[in-house]
């Protein structure tokens, strides 16, 4: 019998196997759920319309800044959203306003996330002391409105493409690390953290390399989340003068210089521009809401 156990070798080099092909079969699986989810379907479409927009306005449509004699017409065959009140054609300032509005939405975003996730990595895995201070000061954050704090902010150091990106990405940066927390706190405990511990690696290295991985399905969605109300924020921040400025297309832009004009019967320059930041949120919130539903099965 000891000549069988001895052929028979080792089990533990195929450990290391099992894994990868554990997590790939995983990803497999999420993303054949995903497909089959009817709202990230057509999230994607949703999305994706508005990405192929900003990618090809500059070649396939008329210009977004050229002026003309017709001013505030409506939508006709020659201009399908009709003209805004400098003459300009409103079809092709919606379609031109995707581009600054996805540059800026996921750049804060994504500042956001990475300052929210590394600062909920630390929060969750140091406890005691650190949490408590780092807890206090997200607290205070988070009690205000994100447009009240993003509206300060902006007013205080000025408006500009830049500053917008910069304060969404502090604003959300404490709603983000939250949730990030959250998912440490029931990584932390577990063997692989206690083994990496054992193996006498530093706190850094158990965060980022061992924990984050396996909080990332959460991060996704939050950042999904977040997109979408990064859009509607820079849109009333720029609605307000204090975002994107002219003569940039921007879809909060264009209604904050036409919606005057409503009082007067003219709503094309006003419904196009808002209808495309509705369609873009709600695009994003379909995907979010599918990547939520996946995740948590």
Same mark, same amino acid.
């Given at each position: 019998m000891s000549d069988v156990i001895s052929s028979a070798g080792p089990p533990t080099p195929l450990t290391p196997a099992v894994q990868p092909n554990a997590r790939a079969t +995983?990803?497999?699986?999420?993303l054949r759920a995903l497909l089959r989810s009817k709202s990230f379907i057509i999230g994607v479409i949703i999305v994706g319309f508005w990405i192929l927009c900003a990618i090809g306005q500059a070649r396939l449509f008329q210009d977004p800044y050229a002026?003309? #004699?017709?001013?505030?017409? %409506?939508?006709?065959?020659?201009h399908w959203f009709g003209t805004d009140r400098l003459g300009r054609d409103v079809f092709a300032r919606v379609?031109?306003?995707?581009?600054?509005?996805?540059?800026?939405a996921p750049a804060a975003t994504i500042l956001g996330t990475v300052l929210g996730t590394a600062l909920g990595l630390v929060m969750g895995y140091m406890r005691g002391l650190v949490d408590d201070i780092l807890g206090?000061?997200?607290? +205070?954050v988070l009690a205000l409105p994100v447009i009240i704090v993003a509206l300060l902010a902006v007013t205080a150091v000025g408006p500009s493409t830049t500053t917008?990106?910069?304060?969404?990405?502090?604003?959300?940066?404490p #709603?983000?690390?939250?949730?990030?927390?959250? +998912?440490?706190?029931g990584e932390r405990e577990l063997e692989y953290v206690s083994a990496a511990k054992l193996r006498g690696e530093r706190a850094p290295y158990i965060m980022f390399v061992e924990i984050l991985p396996n909080v990332l399905q959460p991060v996704i969605v939050e950042f999904t989340v977040r997109l979408g109300y990064a859009i509607f924020t820079i849109a009333t921040l720029s609605f307000l003068?204090?975002?994107?400025?002219?003569?940039? %297309?921007?879809?909060? #832009?264009?209604?904050?210089?036409?919606?005057?004009?409503?009082?007067?019967?003219?709503?094309? %320059?006003?419904?196009?521009?808002a209808l495309a930041i509705a369609t873009l949120v709600i695009g994003i919130n379909l995907i979010?809401?599918? #990547? +939520?539903?996946?995740?948590?099965?």
């Open positions: +995983a990803r497999r699986e999420t002026t003309s #004699l017709d001013v505030l017409k %409506p939508p006709s065959s020659e379609i031109a306003g995707a581009r600054d509005i996805l540059i800026v206090r000061i997200v607290d +205070a917008a990106i910069i304060v969404i990405g502090l604003v959300f940066t #709603l983000i690390a939250r949730t990030v927390r959250a +998912a440490v706190l003068g204090l975002g994107i400025q002219p003569p940039s %297309p921007d879809w909060g #832009l264009q209604v904050s210089e036409e919606y005057t004009y409503l009082s007067a019967g003219d709503w094309w %320059p006003t419904l196009f521009p979010a809401d599918a #990547l +939520a539903g996946v995740f948590d099965r």
